[in-house]
């Protein structure tokens, strides 16, 4: 089997807690290099990893033919440029970059230089996404009128993180926003409208720890929210249509599973715990409720498709086209929020 030697930018949580695990876990793809200032916490993960704290020493490799870009998200587009002008296939944490306009000359320096691009998504691969997907795409809750998704936190106390301060790219609509806004845009294309409400709840809040996203598909509303003071969370999914209605608790486990140490391959990767099964309300009686098994996440499907699309010839999992397309909604919500409005959402 071919071997395919990734290097990755950045050893904070995106880095060590998602890509290098992930990575490590698809056969053909070898984590060789990392770019980071904490060589002990790499070595510990994987020894024998290469560690450097000079992107450019990383990008004059020629053995390293993929660049993850898993720094802070005001670097996104820098670091992916000069990966791209080195000459390799590169995929960038969310959000993809901070403005439309980096991502589209990203996407044509991409497709000069015949390389390959590609945006980490890894919520398509959530097991209660998964799950709400099956059931919409069989037509199971009928002509759909609403679906909302939450991802909501308890953090009452502002934290030391670069994401919670001041900055391009900071705050909860471009921290969590972009999982949200990817898997509606999934389901549902783009939208027709946005409207948004930004907020800083928190005192001392230098950046958005609240937004309310309502995207408008004719009839169909796609309410998207996040808090991050949010103690006991409601609903994750909540998807009602003329035929019946699915409610879904809890979040993914492949998360805290990959904090805890555990892999792709454990019996018990990407399952959900019984008493979060969805809940589905179907036909006219509305006391008749049965609960949907949750279909196992799979994050690892994204670098196994990543291998596949660099080896075979295969399309990306994730295409740079469709994280522009929830970076433009992100534009859209912070125009509306600004101009407390609802806008037309426009390529």
């Not at 089997?1 to 070898?30: D, T, W």
């Not at 002509?143 to 030391?160: G, V």
């Not at 939208?191 to 996203?213: C, M, N, S």
């Not at 035929?243 to 555990?262: F, N, R």
């Amino acid at each position: 089997m071919r071997k395919v030697n990734v290097g990755v930018i950045g050893y904070g949580m995106a880095g060590s807690v998602f890509h290098g695990p992930l990575i490590a876990s698809v056969e053909g793809l070898v984590l060789s290099t990392v770019v980071s200032s904490k060589p002990d916490a790499v070595q510990r993960d994987f020894p024998g990893v290469t560690v450097t704290p000079d992107i450019r020493a990383m990008l004059a490799n020629p053995a390293v033919e993929v660049v993850v870009v898993a720094s802070p998200n005001s670097t996104h587009f820098l670091y992916a440029k000069m990966a791209l002008e080195a000459g390799k296939h590169v995929i960038v944490d969310k959000p993809f970059s901070i403005r439309v306009s980096e991502a589209d000359e990203l996407i044509k320096l991409a497709a000069r230089k015949k390389l390959l691009l590609s945006a980490f998504q890894n919520r398509r691969y959530d097991n209660d996404f998964l799950t709400v997907r099956k059931v919409i795409d069989e037509g199971l809750l009928g002509n759909l009128y609403i679906y909302e998704a939450h991802y909501d936190l308890f953090r009452p106390q502002i934290s030391a993180k670069w994401k919670e301060h001041a900055g391009e790219g900071c705050g909860a609509l471009y921290d969590l926003g972009p999982h949200l806004i990817d898997q509606a845009v999934q389901l549902f294309g783009a939208p027709k409208t946005v409207f948004a409400e930004l907020i800083r709840q928190r005192p001392g809040a230098e950046v958005d720890d609240y937004f309310h996203l309502i995207l408008g598909y004719g009839a169909l509303r796609v309410i998207l929210g996040s808090g991050w003071v949010v103690k006991q969370p409601g609903p994750h999914f909540m998807v009602h249509g003329d035929k019946g209605s699915l409610i879904k608790y809890g979040l993914d486990s492949q998360q805290p599973d990959l904090q805890k140490g555990l892999r792709p391959g454990h019996p018990r990767w990407g399952r959900d715990q019984e008493e979060y099964y969805a809940e589905l309300a179907l036909g006219q009686d509305r006391t008749a409720k049965s609960r949907l098994e949750t279909i196992p996440g799979c994050y690892e499907v994204f670098y196994q498709g990543i291998y596949k699309a660099i080896v075979h010839g295969e399309p990306l999992p994730v295409k740079a086209t469709e994280a522009r397309t929830a970076l433009r909604v992100i534009e859209c919500a912070i125009k509306s929020n600004n101009e407390m409005r609802t806008v037309v959402f426009s390529d």
